[in-house]
């Protein structure tokens, strides 16, 4: 039985030490800045975390646009490891976030028809971000013990839907550009303060299923969600990202230690796509927990 790639994209928002620890790749996707492209790496080599985010906040008319992962990026990575002889489990961002996943399996099924008896097997995740990248941890974890490519799919599908997101925004009107709210509650909510709070829901989009007054309390709030819906917290992690606040992600971090006794609380840097759409000054916490079964509206 081949030995099994995991490959993920830009939205898992792994850091590099953790895609070498577990032998994970990704697809890079791409975002525009004044009609200049650049490379959405999670090595941040082009920018850092800081510039990228003081660009925002200085050029608030100026919307960073993002780029799917392109079909020639996708045909150079399953090469990649066919040619090493291994079968791939691709997991990608939500398909209500990015179109990439089809893209990804029109290639895969050309790339299956052109190679015969390699598999390469493309899941939704429904999800993005840190939650995307546990899948992927996951799923590597069961390709070190032997899993077959379809073992490990099967796992990831019944699964995914577990993976809980909560998270706060500094500032709303960069859902509104990329119509995660609508203005007007944008408007209004920074007019008095509200902070939403934002969920992925079982259909795979981000929505604001609940709004809270003020930054302090909208961290309890991810905090108390955090300890009423993770689950075996002993054998897991929480990953608290942040777009450029790091005093906020900390305090975070207390407040979840505070109420919960996990395997550990990572905290990392909101990768450029998912920065992108939610801004500067977003804090976020991940996990696995109970299944999610709220749609938005």
Request: aromatic share 8%; charged share 30%.
């Amino acid at each position: 039985m081949r030995k099994v790639k995991v490959i993920l994209d830009s939205t898992c928002d792994l850091t590099p030490e953790l895609l070498e620890k577990y032998d994970i790749d990704y697809c890079e996707m791409g975002v525009s800045i004044k009609d200049k492209e650049y490379p959405a790496s999670l090595y941040w080599d082009k920018i850092s975390p800081k510039e990228y985010y003081d660009f925002m906040r200085n050029n608030k008319n100026e919307r960073v646009l993002t780029i799917q992962v392109r079909e020639k990026t996708y045909e150079t990575k399953f090469n990649k490891y066919l040619d090493e002889d291994k079968d791939i489990i691709y997991i990608s961002c939500s398909s209500a976030l990015s179109g990439s996943i089809n893209t990804g399996r029109s290639v895969a099924k050309r790339l299956m028809e052109e190679r015969k008896g390699y598999k390469i097997v493309c899941v939704d995740s429904l999800t993005s971000g840190m939650n995307q990248g546990f899948l992927g941890i996951a799923a590597s974890e069961l390709s070190s013990k032997g899993k077959s490519v379809d073992e490990i799919a099967k796992y990831v599908e019944e699964n995914k839907l577990k993976m809980n997101q909560w998270a706060t925004v500094g500032d709303l009107k960069y859902l509104a550009k990329a119509g995660r709210v609508k203005a007007s509650a944008a408007f209004f909510g920074n007019l008095f303060g509200v902070k939403p709070i934002i969920i992925s829901d079982a259909k795979g989009n981000n929505f604001a299923y609940k709004k809270v007054k003020g930054r302090d309390n909208s961290l309890v709030e991810i905090a108390d969600s955090v300890k009423n819906n993770i689950v075996d917290p002993e054998n897991n992690f929480v990953a608290v990202c942040h777009a450029d606040c790091l005093e906020d992600a900390e305090h975070l971090k207390e407040l979840i230690e505070a109420r919960v006794k996990c395997k550990g609380v990572m905290i990392m840097p909101l990768g450029p796509i998912l920065g992108a759409s939610c801004g500067p000054e977003t804090v976020s916490a991940f996990h696995f927990g109970k299944e999610v079964t709220l749609v938005g509206e």
